[in-house]
């Protein structure tokens, strides 16, 4: 778990944001908005995930991706 205090993360906080993805573009648009972060990718297989919840809506499937990324 990481700690926080008000939810912000920045420069002189000592937080650091988890970018929990592989693409390029999402770790430019941190760099460029000066985010702090670093990369930690899942491996989760996420059409493995998808066809075990059998048909799920796209909010259900992220919803399931976001949980299982994080353990």
């Known amino acids: 778990m ?3 205090d008000d939810g912000a993360a920045g420069p002189g906080t000592g ?3 988890v970018l929990g993805s ?8 941190l760099t460029r908005a000066r985010v ?10 996420e059409a493995a995930v998808g066809a075990a919840a059998g048909d799920p809506s796209p ?3 992220a919803g399931l991706l976001a ?3 994080g353990r």
């Open 2 to 4: 990481i700690p926080h």
């Open 22 to 29: 592989a693409s390029p573009g999402r770790a430019e648009v």
């Open 36 to 45: 702090p972060f670093r990369v930690v990718v899942s491996g989760v297989d």
């Open 67 to 69: 949980e299982t990324k």
């Open 59 to 61: 909010a259900e499937l």
């Open 15 to 17: 937080l650091r944001l």
